[in-house]
């Protein structure tokens, strides 16, 4: 097996996951994600090892998606009424309806934002959010909380 079968193999899964969760659409993500790893074997001498190499995946397929993004400025709106899956954050929210939950979502600070819509739509772990944003597991999961407390306030 190549080098970059393996590495394929190892971080797929995390670049799908965490375009998925920003854009909804399991066809972009997939597209994405492959010119992810294109962009990253064109590139590989950048890679400083100042960050995990998934960190660096990530900050690439964020990159392509803002490229697409600016593209197709129509196309890329999130989508979740037609999700009939619930994570236990979801579950955790449900009281809000979907819509009313990304409209408080979208109005959060970030980092909160970012955390909350990878943990709650992207369905990655707290470690995996940890990588992706360079922070630690535990960073993840007390930003995560702290998102999930100001919304549950503004909502009362």
Not at 79 to 89: C, F, H, K, Q, T
Request: hydrophobic share 35%; charged share 30%.
């Amino acid at each position: 097996m190549k080098l970059t079968d393996e590495v394929y193999i190892k971080y797929a899964q995390t670049v799908y996951k965490f375009l998925l969760s920003q854009t909804r659409d399991e066809d972009l993500a997939q597209e994405l994600t492959q010119e992810t790893f294109y962009q990253a074997v064109k590139s590989i001498e950048r890679f400083d090892e100042s960050c995990s190499f998934s960190t660096w995946l990530c900050a690439i397929a964020k990159n392509r998606l803002a490229s697409y993004r600016k593209k197709h400025p129509q196309t890329y709106e999130l989508d979740i009424l037609g999700s009939n899956s619930y994570s236990a954050e979801e579950e955790a929210l449900s009281d809000l309806g979907k819509l009313e939950l990304l409209k408080k979502l979208h109005a959060s600070p970030e980092p909160y934002r970012e955390v909350m819509y990878l943990r709650v739509f992207g369905d990655l772990s707290f470690k995996e959010i940890g990588e992706i944003m360079a922070k630690t597991e535990n960073w993840a999961r007390v930003t995560f909380y702290r998102g999930k407390e100001m919304i549950r306030k503004e909502q009362e």
